[in-house]
């Protein structure tokens, strides 16, 4: 440990007259967090090592320790910090404009997928999950897609109360993929990255192409 990192980490430790706040507490959950999350971003999960992080956040291990049990506890608290960051606001259900409810929303998951951190965040689970389950393990526990699904699900009910809720989930996790999809793949170097002014256009021809094809299950049911 540098110089530095032993000063920081002799100031970050609770004083020997009793345990920190519980500000100072949090303050320091958060600290691991942020040294986590670049470390893992900048050099992925195998690089990242207990030590690096305690060294990056100017703690020692015992500290460490009393906040989380191992790497893969600190590795689901970065996955759910960076989802959560990333995730949009719910939108108020609006039977009277379905379309324009979808088009906000579809805005706000296009521009939460394309941000820098989901697009490195993604390229470490690509590259390293098959070795580190714990990162799928991450992932899954924070249960964002799913949260992103319930939204969509409530919306097209509230507009559609005659739509199955299995054909309203098929369609929300379809009406992501429209999205999401080829423009996450394009960032991630498969061909030109969309152009940010091009979003708000890309999902309002999602959007159209979305509601015709839906509407006539709607009016089927």
């Known amino acids: ?8 980490a002799v100031v970050c430790q609770p ?13 320091l959950g958060e600290q691991i967090v942020d040294a986590a999350t670049e470390l893992l971003l900048e050099h ?21 320790y009393h906040r989380y049990a191992d790497k893969a506890v600190l590795v689901r608290a970065v996955v759910a910090r960076l989802i959560d960051a990333a995730r949009p ?9 379905l379309s324009g409810a ?16 989901i697009i490195a965040l993604h390229r470490l689970i690509v590259a390293e999950s098959h070795r580190f389950p714990e990162l799928l393990d991450a992932v899954a526990v924070t249960g ?3 949260r992103v699904v319930a939204q969509i699900v409530a919306l097209l009910r509230g507009a559609w109360p005659q739509l199955d809720a299995d054909d309203a989930s098929f369609a929300a996790n379809q009406f992501l993929q429209l999205i999401v999809s080829l423009p996450q793949q394009r960032m991630l170097a498969v061909g030109q990255p969309l152009p940010a002014a091009q979003r708000a256009e890309w999902v309002e021809r999602s959007v159209a192409l979305f509601l015709g094809g839906l509407g006539g299950v709607a009016a089927a049911g």
Do not use: H, N, W, Y
């Not at 004083?15 to 303050?27: K, L, M, W």
């Open 1 to 8: 440990m540098t110089r530095d990192a032993d000063t920081t």
């Open 15 to 27: 004083s020997r007259g009793g345990r920190p706040s519980r500000e100072a507490a949090q303050r």
């Open 44 to 64: 992925g999960f195998a690089a990242t090592s207990i030590e690096a992080v305690c060294v990056r956040a100017g703690v020692s291990k015992r500290t460490f």
């Open 89 to 97: 606001p719910a939108p108020a259900p609006d039977a009277g404009d």
């Open 102 to 117: 979808l088009r906000k929303l579809g805005v706000d998951v296009l521009d939460a997928a394309l941000s820098p951190r």
């Open 144 to 146: 964002g897609r799913d």
